[in-house]
């Protein structure tokens, strides 16, 4: 399967606009059928705080429209409502037909920024079934507690996309974790930054897909971009069969 990373620039609490753009850079990663593109996280908005704008009332129907024009495997950072009134910060997944394969809501928020007092958090991880590939979706501040990760790979996962907005300011700690992520659970990472920037922070991007190994294998810079890499599961489940780290693991160490 093919996984692409596509890091915008949105423009501050304007859905429209950046909506337009992430049409332009499907059109421009020339995405085939059954690829999979991850977007950064809250695409439609930025990072922002006022989580009733965020939450738009049609951002469901247009990442669904997208895939299925496509007809890719989309995973987009969307403000949702959710049942229990709240509004959370997601990675919402859709099939190439366009159906919804469902979301992920962000675990851990970002405190510093006030991100609990704007958006509900999340219970836990999720792993999706995509196409016979089991992708356990994260977002930005989940990256620094890896007991999270540990607990998703426990769930199957086989690679995680990450969807974020890191600032500039540390985005060489991302870098650092990413791999670390990857290395530790033996699996792929495809970890969508944005770039550009808020009111308030600077952005510079570095996506970038990492293996299995922690090895980088594709990445962006600065600007406006984005990356694509060819990814055999093969390989890596046959990785994990025969250097048997994962069948290691002390469950009673994480709680479980």
């Known amino acids: 399967m093919r996984f692409h990373a596509i890091q915008t620039n949105p423009i501050w609490e304007q859905p429209l606009p950046n909506r337009a753009e992430i049409e332009l850079a499907l059109q421009q990663c020339s995405a085939h059928e059954g690829d999979f593109v991850v977007l950064p996280e809250l695409c439609e908005t930025g990072f922002t705080m006022r989580s009733d704008i965020a939450a738009t009332a049609d951002s469901v129907q247009w990442g669904s429209q997208v ?15 959710q049942p229990n009134g709240g509004i959370a910060n997601t990675a919402t997944i859709f099939s190439p037909n366009g159906s919804e394969v469902g979301h992920y809501c962000k675990t851990f928020l970002f405190t ?11 219970s836990g991880p999720k792993v999706f079934d995509c196409g016979g590939v089991r992708v356990a979706p994260m977002i ?41 992520r990857a290395i530790e659970n033996q699996a792929w990472v495809i970890a ?6 808020e009111p308030t922070t600077q952005y510079s991007g570095g996506s970038r897909i990492v293996d299995f190994v922690g090895e980088t294998k594709a990445f962006c810079g600065s600007d406006p971009s984005f990356i694509s890499h060819e990814i055999d599961f093969q ?8 250097f048997k780290v994962i069948s290691d693991i002390q469950r009673k160490f994480l709680g479980s």
């Open 192 to 197: 969508t930054n944005r770039t550009g920037n």
């Open 235 to 242: 390989e890596l489940r046959a990785f994990r069969e025969k």
């Open 112 to 122: 510093p920024a006030g991100e609990d007092r704007s958006y509900v958090a999340g």
């Open 140 to 180: 930005c501040y989940d990256l620094r507690f890896p007991e999270l990760w540990r607990h998703a790979l426990l769930g199957g996962a086989e690679i995680f996309t990450m969807s974020a907005c890191w600032p500039a300011l540390r985005l060489h700690q991302k870098h650092a974790m990413v791999a670390s």
């Open 67 to 81: 895939a299925k024009f496509h007809k890719i495997w989309l995973q987009c950072g969307l403000a949702r409502r």
